[in-house]
């Protein structure tokens, strides 16, 4: 794995030879943040040696260098998921990748269902802890001793300055955000009543099927995190509804110029 790190950053490096300081992953329905940068350079996820190749509809597959709150930063519009058939080594590779390339933080964005009787549709959350009911773990196998160490430290797995600084955004903005844990699930299938309140009874707030491997693999070579959750259907008993794609896509692209401004700000705060 270290030598494909190596040439898809050599790869990109010649694209654009400038420094991003932030990485961001833009989640279902939230791609929108990048009508926020000023883009210098744009590279199709297929042009990329060793990238996977995005199969969701709600992810566009590209990878956006450019200027965002007067920082340079790199984004990708739409993520990989371990249910299109990755393995979790292969979903969280950006990452790896954005390390190199120079990135200092990450922020990652992700729709998800609400767990917390509390939470309502277009709901935001911040994310300050993860469950991870993935089956794989994405650092299992050798160790890359070049990136982090072999059992990383958990304890702050989303960064609390950053934390912290969103929430003063929000509110500054009036904003309404929650805060609350998020458990990640393999997916594709949506959750059922019994596995909603399973989740809500280990601890949860609100469950999806992406961002803890990327969390954990950021960690691992020590890149501070934020995430924010758009939620977008209920798992609460009494509340559960049919739900399909589009219309999850329509609750998150609804909510996302409220998410667009908080990580804007906060890519210049930090």
Known sequence: MWKKIVETTEFINQKFNQQPEVGIV?????????NEMDVKCTLEYKDIPNFPVSTVESHSGKLIFGVLGGKMVVAMQGRFHYYEGYS????????RVMKMLGVKRLLLSNASGGVNPDYEVGEIMFINDHINLFPEHPLRGPNLDELGPRFPDMSEPYDLKMLKVAREIAAEKGIKVSEG????????????????????KIGA???????????IVA??????????????DLGVPGKIQKVNVAEIIAVAAKQEPKMTVIM?????LI
């Open 205 to 215: 707030d609100t469950v999806g099927m992406s961002t803890v491997p990327e969390v």
């Open 26 to 34: 833009l989640g279902t329905g939230l791609g929108g943040l990048v």
């Open 88 to 95: 979790l080594n292969e979903v969280t590779f950006p990452i």
């Open 264 to 268: 804007k700000e906060l890519v210049a």
């Open 219 to 232: 960690r691992h070579m020590d890149i501070p995190v934020f995430a924010v959750s758009i939620i977008t």
């Open 181 to 200: 844990i998020y458990a990640g699930l393999t997916g594709p299938s949506l959750e059922t009543p019994a596995e909603y309140l399973y989740v809500r």
